[in-house]
């Protein structure tokens, strides 16, 4: 199956650029998505890319995809309090929609 | 458009007992998928239903069962309770074929087994 991981902890200060890596097993993923989760709370899909692409820019989000080394990464720019979550990347093949998850990056925003 | 409802939002057994979980799809959505989020993981895919029948399962034994009923809710079942099943439940529904695969997740059913 697949593995995903991904870095634990990531602190930034507001209104700089946060980044969030993740890397991946299965190159047979057909979407790949960044996921958001706030103290109980539900996830909240933020953002998503097609494996057949390299980069996806949707306001302050950027998920830049490098096929060949298997490597998402997902930018928040002007980082801000609300940010504040565990991010995590999740991966998910064509036919059925099971959706394989990293282990979270918690993005501690200090003001 | 109402979205993704799970009962109870918390949840206390002891071991051995058995629990039921539940889950309104969003409207229009007729596939749920069941998660089970340990404390600092990150879910872990349990099964999917889509139009009442399981269509796929994770790597979980056959204690864990489940139901989709004709309006698209489904019942999350655990028998023989083990403490390593606390956990946050999660349910997510989605529309097959839908462009981005988006699953649609409710808020989650905690559960601890004392």
């Known amino acids: 199956g697949e593995d995903v991981e991904q870095s634990l902890f990531l602190s930034v200060r507001e209104g700089d650029s946060s980044v969030i890596n993740c890397t991946y097993t299965d190159s047979s993923s057909t979407y790949l998505y960044w996921y958001k989760q706030e103290p109980g709370a539900g996830l909240q899909l933020l953002t998503y890319?097609?494996?057949?692409?390299d980069m996806k820019q949707d306001q302050r989000l950027t998920v830049l995809l490098n096929k060949k080394d298997k490597h998402l990464s997902l930018r928040i720019a002007d980082t801000q309090t609300g940010d504040s979550a565990i991010y995590f990347c999740a991966g998910a093949k064509g036919g059925y929609q099971k959706v394989t998850f990293g282990t979270g990056t918690k993005l501690q925003v200090i003001p | 458009e109402t979205g993704v409802t799970q009962s109870p939002t918390h949840l206390i057994k002891t071991r051995g007992q058995q629990v039921t979980l539940r889950c309104s799809s969003q409207?229009?959505?007729?596939?749920v998928s069941w998660y089970q989020q340990a404390l600092g993981q990150g879910p872990q895919f349990i099964f999917q239903y889509y139009r009442e029948e399981e269509n796929g399962r994770g790597n979980f034994p056959p204690r864990f069962s489940g139901l989709q009923f004709p309006n698209y809710s489904s019942e999350l079942n655990v028998n023989a309770l083990e403490l390593d099943d606390s956990a946050l439940y999660l349910c997510a529904s989605s529309s097959p074929g839908g462009g981005k695969g988006e699953q649609f997740f409710g808020p989650g059913t905690r559960l601890t087994v004392l």
């Open positions: 890319i097609f494996s057949n692409m």
């Open positions: 409207s229009g959505h007729n596939t």
